[in-house]
């Protein structure tokens, strides 16, 4: 592989009786139209993730904070039960609360991104991430996972504000399209970059003259095979250091 003699596992596959989830694109200014249709399907027992980037207000950063939208929730949908958890909490609290939404004693909980790892709530069928422009394909599809997980069918809307640029309509675009990770894998490596190989980077264009780890990802082994006869082969090796490197030789050894 491209990870020399390390060996990878491909799970190609959802567990059983998964159903995909549908994705949405919808911007800020329908949010009250969202938060009203949300009313409406909590009262016919739908639980609904409410997803914010930040905790408390910014001044700097123009997104929805989880304190603001949780106070906000509270007040229009007065007749239903929302929660509140974040990662400035202790664990203790942290655990109630998913204890409460587990046993559906809230309707609605409001939360950061604390919750896109090692939460199963079946029931909870619904996910509003609010600012989803702010955040990476790998973070969206991982907090996507926290629905899907019942019988019923789940929704994901992912609420951002306009203006978008370009690269960021790609990444929201690819949710949208599909749930499979691979693919949104791929598409988050060529908008991001691999990075450095044997450096610490991790965006950024890779500093390959020729090869390109993704397209080229089935000559890999062959290389690998390849590479492994030239060591092996002495004399083949100074005739293509002497080819390709010439004076330049010691640069190989530095």
């Given at each position: 592989?491209?990870?020399a003699d ?47 980037t ?12 989880a ?22 909490q ?22 950061t ?5 090692g ?5 909870a ?24 997980r ?17 690269i960021?309509?790609?990444r ?33 264009v ?6 390109d ?36 030789s ?5």
């Open positions: 592989t491209a990870y390390l060996e990878s596992s491909i799970i190609d596959e959802y567990p059983p009786n998964r159903i995909p989830v549908k994705t949405s694109l919808i911007s800020v200014k329908k949010r009250d139209a969202v938060i009203e249709r949300i009313g409406v399907q909590c009262a016919e027992g739908t639980q609904v993730y409410w997803v914010c930040l905790i408390e207000e910014s001044e700097v950063l123009p997104a929805k904070a304190e603001m939208a949780h106070a906000d929730l509270t007040e229009r949908l007065p007749s239903l039960r929302i929660g509140l958890i974040h990662g400035r202790k664990p203790q609290e942290k655990e109630a609360i998913m204890l409460a939404f587990k046993r559906h004693e809230l309707d609605i909980l409001v939360a991104t604390v919750i896109e790892v939460v199963d709530v079946p029931n069928s619904i996910m509003i991430i609010e600012n989803a422009e702010r955040l990476g394909l790998s973070q969206l599809h991982q907090l996507r996972g926290r629905v899907g019942g019988s019923k069918a789940s929704f994901c809307l992912l609420l951002y504000s306009p203006p978008l640029s370009s960021t309509k790609e929201l675009a690819i949710m949208q399209q599909t749930t499979n990770g691979f693919e949104i894998a791929e598409k988050d490596y060529e908008l991001r970059g691999a990075g450095e190989i044997f450096g610490t980077k991790q965006t950024g890779l500093q390959f003259k020729m090869a780890l993704l397209l080229h990802q089935d000559l890999v082994e062959k290389a690998s095979t390849i590479s492994a006869n030239i060591i092996d082969n002495e004399a083949l090796c100074q005739h293509l250091i002497d080819r390709w490197i010439g004076e330049n010691d640069f190989i050894y530095s």
